[in-house]
Nanobody, 125 residues
Framework: QVQLVESGGGLVQAGGSLRLACVAS????????LGWFRQAPGKAREFVSA????????YYPNSVSGRFTISRENAKNTVYLQMNRLKPEDTAVYYC??????????????????WGQGTQVTVSS
């Protein structure tokens, strides 16, 4: 099993940037693909990004592509989400996720087995 702890959330003005971090513990970090989901008030959880075991492949939905960048630092058991040109609609709780298998779709919530507790990101207009 792996435990995930996010940090880096906060309040930022539209157009600004934030970098989220997620530290994993409890198992070999490179056994897991990692990702981020978010949930805004009153809305379903939304896939934000994913990164493969080696970090060679990354995935984004259109809503964040070109603005967000996911990366991982295996030596520190940490995955990052760099968020640039933030918009008010990016306001949500952001969750770090992990899984140990390929699955059928990176954006499928039920295929991510491990979840962090979430960190709030608020973008003011």
């Amino acid at each position: 099993q792996v435990q995930l702890v996010e940090s880096g959330g906060g309040l930022v003005q539209a157009g600004g940037s934030l970098r989220l971090a997620c530290v994993a513990s409890g198992d070999t970090f490179t056994n897991y693909a990692l990702g981020w989901f978010r949930q805004a008030p009153g809305k379903a959880r939304e896939f934000v990004s994913a990164i493969s075991w080696t970090g060679d492949s990354t995935y984004y939905p259109n809503s964040v592509s070109g603005r967000f960048t996911i990366s991982r630092e295996n030596a520190k058991n940490t995955v990052y989400l760099q968020m640039n040109r933030l918009k008010p609609e990016d306001t949500a709780v952001y969750y770090c996720v992990a899984r140990g298998f390929i699955g059928t779709g990176w954006d499928l919530e039920y295929e991510w087995r491990y979840w962090g507790q979430g960190t709030q990101v608020t973008v003011s207009s």
